[in-house]
């Protein structure tokens, strides 16, 4: 009988307040679906939000023509689960059978407004996805969105890299060439974001943090979290 593999999964979610087309496309890529196979993944799941599920669609047409493309990577998706996310961040910390896998998760800062204005389901979105994976210590991807004007996103992202607690995951827009004004072409480093979340694993970070640590940055992590989110718990 031969050895039964264990799964491994990677949860990716954008939230539900704001579209972010580029994090799931870069989630489909060849190149990153490879280096999950590589890292002995088993497992895709998107949470791609209101108007994303087209990507996933288009994905799953172009595997049905060549099954290669999703180098033997089990893809699924949804577009928002009202009851939160903690079913999918548990199942990506693994357990019964299943390895531990990875969070890949928007760096999307909702105002405190926001925050005490929506459900909990709602709560446990952009910062509050990052928070949750934290303190159920599943190593998680950072990925600010460069599409939008907001510093704030990648300052969260660095500053939770910079403590060792996240990878910080890059998409990038560029101008391809003079006779390409106006066409942004997209990069992606997630291929190189989940060799480096494999080292979280040996990490002996917890959340919440301890602020009389070595701070970089003078501020700590529940100073930037509370800036950010309006509170730290």
């Given amino acids: 009988m031969e050895p039964r593999i264990m799964s491994k999964l990677c949860f990716v979610t954008i939230g539900a307040t704001a579209s972010f087309h580029a994090l799931i496309e870069a989630a489909l890529e060849e190149t990153f679906l490879k280096a999950l196979q590589e890292a002995g993944f ?3 799941l998107l949470q791609y939000g209101e108007d994303g599920g087209n990507i996933l669609k288009r994905f799953q047409y172009a595997v049905s023509v060549n099954d290669d493309l999703r180098h ?6 949804f577009d928002f689960n009202k009851e939160g996310l903690a079913k999918e961040m548990r199942a990506a ?7 531990e896998g990875l969070m890949i998760s928007h760096a999307g800062v909702p105002s405190k407004r926001l925050l005490l204005s929506v459900s909990k389901a709602y709560e446990a979105t952009g910062s509050g996805s990052i928070l949750a994976g934290l ?3 599943v190593p998680i991807v950072v990925v600010p969105n460069p599409a939008l004007l907001d510093d704030h996103q990648a300052e969260l992202a660095e500053e939770l890299a910079a403590q060792g607690y996240v990878v910080h995951g890059r998409l990038r827009y560029e101008i391809a060439s003079a006779l390409l004004i106006g066409i942004s072409i997209r990069s992606s480093d997630l291929p190189k974001a989940v060799k480096e979340s494999e080292q979280l694993r040996t ?3 917890t959340w919440p943090p301890d602020d009389s640590k070595y701070d970089p940055s003078g501020r700590g992590l529940a ?3 509370d800036d950010e989110m309006g509170f730290v718990d």
Avoid: F, H, P
């Fill in 42 to 44: 088993t497992n895709l």
């Fill in 72 to 77: 033997g990577i089990t893809v699924n998706g």
């Fill in 93 to 99: 910390k693994g357990g019964n059978n299943a390895a």
């Fill in 135 to 137: 303190r159920i210590n």
């Fill in 203 to 205: 990490s002996e970070k």
């Fill in 223 to 225: 100073g930037i979290m």
